[in-house]
C-alpha cells in the first residue's frame, strides 16, 4: 500500500532518542512517517527473548552494506552491535541418570525462551529525573508499568552488602553500628545543605569528593557507601559533581519505594515503543523493514514546499525534515568536491563514538545469596569502581540484577546485566568485574553461576561535532550513552525538537480518552 506523498517529518530509526522526537512532532499535530530497517522497535534500545539474542551474533559477521547518496552514507542493513561472543556453560541436555528438574541444561532453558525480555542497553529511572517527570507531564506513563528497585548494593570486603538507602534502612540495618548510622545520616544531611555560595561548598570546590569525605575521618565503611554505591562515583569525582550525585539519589527517594530508582516492567524496550504509541495515536505512520533507496535535496523545487525528497520503493515522498537515529547513517569521507552538494552546508565527520561494552548474564542464584534477598526481590543495583590506577574517564560497571518479578526472566533464573567503557574487547573489559561477583563452577556457593553469557559492543554515540552543518533539515541522535539513566538521552530529544520546531510547545500532555470532547 502507497504511503502520503508529503510528510513534516521523517524519522528513520526506533531508538529512543529520535522516538521521543517523532512523539513531540506527532503531538503537535505535524504529520511524522516513522520508518526503520529493522523488524523490531528499538534499534539499540530494543529487548529480544533468548533465542533472538541468537541473531545478534549471525548478523555480527554480515558485511554492511552502504547506500550512499548525495553524500549522505546509509547503512542498508543496520547490524545493531559488534564482537558479539555467545556462551552456554551447562550441558545442552540432561544425563538420563540426572533429574532434568534440578539440572540446568540449554535445552530446559530455551524451552522458556519466551519468558525472557533481556535488553540491549538496561537502564534505571531516577523517581525524580527528567525520564520519570517526562512521562507523567506528557502522560505518557499510562502506556508502561514500572517496579522500583529492591535494593542498592555494594561490594565491601569481598561480599555483596545492602545499601542502606532510606532513614528507616539506616536504622534497620544490621551493617553498621548505632554510632554509624548516626554519623551516615548527618553526613547525608550536611550533602544535603551544602550548597553553591555556602561556606563549608567554597572550602572544598577544589577537593575531590574522596578527599572531602576522608577529611571529615568518616569510617571506611561510610566512604564506601557513599563514594562507590550512593554518588556511584570514582577516586577522581570533583567534591562538586560528588556532592550533587548524592543530593540527586537523596531527593528520589521515597517518591515511590525505599529505593530512588524504578524499572519499566518486562524491560527497558518498552520505553522507545511508549513514545511510538503516543506518535501512532496522533496520527504518526510506522513501517518496518523499509530503508530509504535515495535522498535528494530538492529545496522544494517540485512546487510543494518541502526541501528533500526521499525514494522509499517505487514510491518518492517529500519532507520537511529527517532525524536520522543513531546506526542508520555513517558520515565520513570528503564532501567538499562532490557536485551532488553544491550549494549546501559544508559536512565535516562527526567525533568518533565512544562504544560500551556489554555482558549479559543467566545465573542460579541471586547475589548476595538468599539472605541478602529477602522477598525475592526484583531488581538490584550494584556499581562496581574502576580498578586502581585506571583513568578519571572510567566509571566502572554498572550491575542490574533481575529477578522473574520484573518480567524479564522465567522463575529459578537471575538476568544480571553488566554495562562499562569499551577499550579492547567486551569479555576482556568486563572481565575483572565478572570475577569479582560471578562464576562458572558449579561447586563455588558464595556466587552465582554463569550458565549462560553473552558480551558484546554498542556504540555509544556523543553530540557529533558541528553537528549543525549538515544540509539544512537533516538532523542526528545519538546514544545510548554510558549513564545509569536517561538523562543525555531525553536533553538531546528536546534539543532536536526544538531546533526543527523553535516555537513549539515539547510534549504537552495527552488528554484521556474521557477528557477528548468531539
Not at 36 to 61: I, M, P, R
Amino acid at each position: 500500500e502507497d504511503l502520503p506523498k508529503e510528510f513534516d517529518l521523517t524519522v528513520i530509526g526506533t531508538g529512543l532518542t529520535e522516538s521521543i522526537v517523532a512523539a513531540a512532532a506527532s503531538r503537535i499535530g505535524k504529520s511524522v512517517l516513522h520508518l526503520d530497517v529493522n523488524e523490531y522497535y528499538g534499534s539499540y534500545w530494543a529487548s529480544f527473548n533468548l533465542k533472538n539474542l541468537q541473531k545478534l551474533k549471525d548478523e555480527c559477521g554480515e558485511q554492511k552494506e552502504i547506500l550512499e547518496t548525495n553524500g549522505i552514507q546509509l547503512w542498508r542493513n543496520t547490524n545493531q552491535v559488534q564482537n558479539v561472543q555467545i556462551s552456554w556453560h551447562v550441558p545442552e541436555r540432561a544425563e538420563e541418570e540426572a533429574d532434568p528438574v534440578e539440572t540446568w541444561t540449554q535445552e530446559r532453558i530455551l524451552k522458556d525462551s519466551h519468558k525472557f525480555n533481556i535488553d540491549l542497553a538496561p537502564k534505571l529511572l531516577f523517581a525524580r529525573g527528567s525520564m520519570v517527570e517526562l512521562l507523567i507531564s506528557s502522560n505518557i506513563c499510562r502506556y508502561a508499568e514500572f517496579r522500583s528497585v529492591d535494593r542498592i548494593t555494594t561490594l565491601y570486603e569481598d561480599a555483596i552488602k545492602t545499601v542502606p538507602c532510606s532513614r528507616s534502612d539506616v536504622f534497620n540495618t544490621k551493617e553498621v553500628s548505632m554510632v554509624e548510622k548516626r554519623i551516615l545520616m548527618k553526613m547525608l544531611e550536611t550533602c544535603m545543605q551544602c550548597e553553591e555560595g555556602n561556606e563549608e561548598f567554597e572550602y572544598h570546590r577544589e577537593s575531590t569528593f574522596l578527599q572531602y569525605l576522608e577529611g571529615k575521618r568518616l569510617p571506611q565503611k561510610l566512604i564506601h557507601y557513599l563514594l562507590d554505591a550512593i554518588s556511584m562515583s570514582n577516586v577522581h569525582t570533583s567534591f562538586e559533581e560528588g556532592i550533587q550525585r548524592v543530593r540527586r539519589f537523596i531527593d528520589s527517594l521515597g517518591r515511590y519505594g525505599n529505593t530512588p530508582f524504578l524499572f519499566p516492567m518486562y524491560g527497558c524496550g518498552e520505553l522507545p515503543q511508549c513514545f511510538c504509541r503516543l506518535c501512532a495515536v496522533f496520527g504518526g505512520i510506522y513501517c518496518l523493514r523499509r530503508p530509504i533507496e535515495h535522498i535528494t535535496m530538492d529545496n522544494g523545487q517540485q512546487g510543494d514546499g518541502k526541501r528533500l525528497a526521499m525514494q522509499i520503493g517505487d514510491q518518492v515522498i517529500h519532507t520537511d525534515n529527517i532525524v536520522f537515529g543513531s546506526g542508520t547513517i555513517s558520515i565520513t569521507g570528503d564532501y567538499q568536491n562532490r557536485s551532488c552538494l553544491a550549494g549546501l552546508p559544508e559536512m565535516i565527520m562527526p567525533r568518533k563514538c565512544g562504544n560500551m561494552s556489554r555482558g549479559i548474564f543467566l545465573v542460579d542464584s541471586p547475589l548476595g545469596g538468599a539472605t541478602e534477598n529477602t522477598g525475592g526481590g526484583g531488581v538490584t543495583l550494584l556499581k562496581l569502581p574502576p580498578a586502581p590506577g585506571v583513568t578519571a574517564d572510567k566509571q566502572g560497571a554498572f550491575v542490574i540484577q533481575l529477578s522473574h518479578h520484573s518480567g524479564t526472566c522465567p522463575p529459578g533464573l537471575h538476568v544480571i546485566h553488566m554495562t562499562c567503557d569499551a577499550d579492547i574487547d567486551p569479555r576482556l573489559d568486563l572481565q575483572p568485574f565478572v570475577d569479582q561477583i560471578l562464576t562458572t563452577e558449579a561447586d563455588v556457593e558464595a556466587k552465582p553461576r554463569i550458565l549462560y553469557s553473552l558480551y558484546f559492543t554498542i556504540p555509544q554515540c556523543f553530540k557529533c561535532d558541528n553537528y549543525e552543518k549538515l544540509p539544512e533539515g537533516v538532523h542526528l541522535a545519538c546514544g545510548p550513552y554510558l549513564e545509569l539513566d536517561y538523562d543525555t538521552s531525553i536533553s538531546q530529544g528536546r534539543e532536536l525538537f526544538l531546533q526543527i520546531y523553535p516555537n513549539e510547545e515539547f510534549l504537552p500532555r495527552c488528554p484521556e480518552p474521557e477528557e477528548i470532547v468531539l
